[in-house]
């Protein structure tokens, strides 16, 4: 094949599909239809496919520009830029995030299958450094008999000084994160004088080039045991998350640490009672029965399991009954997440479930006395267990979390989308936009002591609507102050009931009173997105009723005020007063022609009375009694009840006033 012919069969790059200079198409022929669209996405979607740097999304902007593109592809362009690079963004965010739970979960599982102390503590400094991107990591620990401090394992490490460095106890960053038990970080080691710095130590540092070094505690109950270090040879700040991820890594050090001196102590007791022939049975069933758990665990985190299967896994192992919970004894808690072990309460066994310094909950071992230090030791592999798994599920949640508000959003704010891709995104979510739904506008009602206790309610207002838009297959986002939700309507339930039930649900989840308003039922979502704008106006009506009548902690629907809702809030919804009040009757009249509402006004103003009526309308009194009859059908048996018959007569005389019903 010719040269020539190789090159006319290439692909064209994403910067010459939306300006090559040459046989570029006028303006009109550019912008005459959708393909300048079509181009900009194919350029920015190619360059997602390919990983491309953030740099290459600048190349289709500037050649569109260069080839005098019209501004409206020009603005197309940006924003498909803009979109392309947040998908980027995210993805990176992802990755990076699997990436860390896979390295911890990896960690676990060697962790688990502990033959070789120093090969686990080398894997942890391995991973360490290269999920935060550092230039150096090692791993220090104490020298009880010595009363100093030594490298133990170093990755990334040039200087032999460096790696051969004693530390005397309380001196450098390692010595501060000892004394503390807390992480600390430094952007400038020599320039930082929170630590007792030495010519010993800084000589070390200074061979080896570091500048910013982030050390968090190994921590063996309520000691410190070593420091873990990251550093870089260079000035750097860094985040939470990856203090957090570095203090997980610790916690695996320190269990591995730990667990070599549980085989060693093991061994010592095994070679002491030799002949004591059915201690020796007894201490081999604990032992198998720890290595066993350490194996199921293991196997739960590679497959994805569930903290109940943990909790299950445990259970059989330790012939007790273990449960996760968020309401544990809370002085134990505190003491199970100070010691770091599983502490005694009672006939119960309390261990707390912490990530990063945060306490997720706890496990409970019950009616459970006599459990021995090997025993303990498997309540606190499995702690630490599930707190991997509840970060993981968090992350996931989270992730989720923001897909289903930014849906919501959507509806409620870009009418202009395209009903098929909406329901495609719902689809995802296991939302069907088809169905009947009604919109909830939630809010607290409880007293703050300050802006910092508000925004933290609010907040876990945020979180539990989340859940529970999550388990019933809704929507869900925060909005003017508080959350609206969008769930769907099932065909035993009203309005009201499912306004009622959220109120108690998230009052009950976040221990605060929380007053909901909600919509009538809304159909046709994602054809006719601005439903969901109309039915968020009439929850915040409702809302803002609820709150006049001083129903705090409660929800009800607008069919719940009838014409005192045109009172009680801002907005006068006249027309939809109407519509829920006598549309069927106008309706109807409508359609066929009849005179229903002429006979309504001319009944009530006769005082509710057939003879009178049929003198005013003309008309036979059996004329009078079917057409009342046909209203009862209409609008209810009980339309004449006094309570009804007020509303029916002031919806009838708004209608004459002018305010027509809107018919969907």
């Not at 063996?220 to 957090?244: C, K, N, S």
């Not at 570095?246 to 640490?257: D, H, M, T, V, Y």
């Not at 969901?532 to 009800?556: F, K, P, S, T």
Request: one cysteine or more; charged letters at 25%; hydrophobic letters at 45%.
């Amino acid at each position: 094949m010719s040269r020539d012919h190789v090159q006319s069969a290439r692909r064209p790059t994403p910067a010459e599909a939306l300006g090559a200079p040459t046989g570029v198409p006028s303006d009109a022929e550019t912008f005459s239809g959708a393909e300048p669209f079509s181009a900009a996405e194919t350029a920015y979607l190619e360059l997602l496919a390919r990983d491309a740097s953030a740099e290459a999304y600048e190349q289709p902007l500037l050649v569109a520009r260069a080839a005098g593109r019209p501004p409206e592809l020009i603005a197309a362009l940006e924003r498909a830029r803009l979109l392309a690079l947040r998908v980027r963004t995210e993805l990176e965010g992802r990755r990076r995030r699997e990436a860390e739970l896979s390295a911890l979960f990896e960690t676990a599982h060697d962790l688990a299958g502990l033959r070789d102390v120093d090969a686990v503590l080398q894997a942890i400094v391995q991973r360490a450094r290269s999920l935060l991107g550092t230039d150096v990591a090692y791993l220090s620990l104490n020298d009880p008999a010595r009363g100093d401090t030594y490298m133990r394992v170093t990755e990334g490490s040039v200087a032999a000084r460096f790696q051969q460095l004693r530390l005397g106890m309380g001196e450098g960053l390692g010595g501060l994160v000892a004394q503390t038990a807390r992480p600390y970080v430094t952007d400038d080691y020599f320039k930082d004088d929170r630590f007792q710095h030495t010519l010993t130590i800084d000589a070390g540092v200074r061979d080896e080039g570091l500048v910013a070094i982030l050390g968090v505690p190994l921590m063996l109950g309520p000691h410190v045991i070593g420091v873990l270090f990251a550093a870089d040879r260079r000035a750097r700040v860094f985040e939470r998350e990856q203090i957090a991820l570095l203090g997980s890594f610790a916690a695996l050090a320190a269990a591995a640490i730990d667990g070599a001196n549980l085989l060693t102590e093991t061994r010592s007791a095994m070679a002491g009672l030799e002949r004591a022939n059915e201690i020796i049975k007894d201490r081999s069933a604990v032992i198998e029965r720890a290595s066993d758990v350490h194996d199921r665990l293991a196997e739960l985190v590679l497959r994805g399991g569930g903290v109940h299967d943990v909790a299950a896994a445990v259970s059989q192992v330790l012939g007790g009954t273990v449960e996760f919970t968020d309401t544990a004894d809370a002085r134990s808690l505190a003491t199970s997440r100070t010691q770091g072990r599983a502490v005694r309460h009672g006939a119960d066994w309390i261990a707390a479930v912490v990530a990063g310094g945060e306490l997720l909950g706890a496990l409970v071992l019950r009616g459970h006395p006599g459990l021995d230090p090997v025993d303990q030791r498997t309540l606190d592999r499995a702690a630490m267990v599930t707190s991997l798994l509840l970060l993981a599920r968090r992350s996931a949640a989270e992730a989720e979390q923001r897909v289903r508000g930014e849906l919501l959003d959507d509806l409620l704010d870009a009418r202009d989308r395209e009903p098929r891709q909406l329901r495609d995104r719902a689809a995802r979510l296991r939302a069907d936009l088809d169905a009947t739904h009604v919109v909830l506008a939630a809010r607290l009602d409880g007293p703050a002591a300050d802006a910092e206790e508000e925004a933290a309610a609010r907040r876990r207002l945020w979180s539990a609507a989340s859940h529970l838009a999550t388990t019933r297959h809704g929507l869900a986002a925060a909005r003017d102050g508080g959350t609206v939700l969008l769930l769907p309507l099932e065909s035993e339930d009203t309005a009201t009931d499912l306004a009622r039930r959220t109120a108690r649900h998230l009052g009950g989840a976040v221990h605060q009173p929380v007053t909901v308003g909600a919509s009538g039922p809304v159909t046709g979502l994602a054809a006719r997105p601005d439903a969901v704008a109309a039915g968020y106006a009439e929850g915040r009506r409702c809302l803002d009723a609820l709150a006049v009548l001083g129903r705090v902690g409660d929800g009800a629907a607008a069919e719940d005020f009838g014409f005192l809702g045109l009172l009680l809030t801002g907005e006068r919804d006249v027309p939809g007063f109407v519509e829920r009040t006598i549309g069927p009757v106008v309706a109807y009249d409508a359609r066929r022609g009849t005179e229903l509402l002429r006979t309504l006004d001319a009944y009530f103003a006769c005082g509710m009375s057939p003879a009178r009526t049929k003198d005013d309308l003309h008309v036979h009194v059996n004329t009078v009694a079917q057409r009342l009859e046909r209203v009862g059908r209409l609008l209810g048996e009980d339309w004449q009840l006094p309570a009804r018959a007020l509303e029916i007569q002031l919806a009838l005389r708004l209608n004459r006033l002018g305010a027509p019903v809107e018919r969907r």
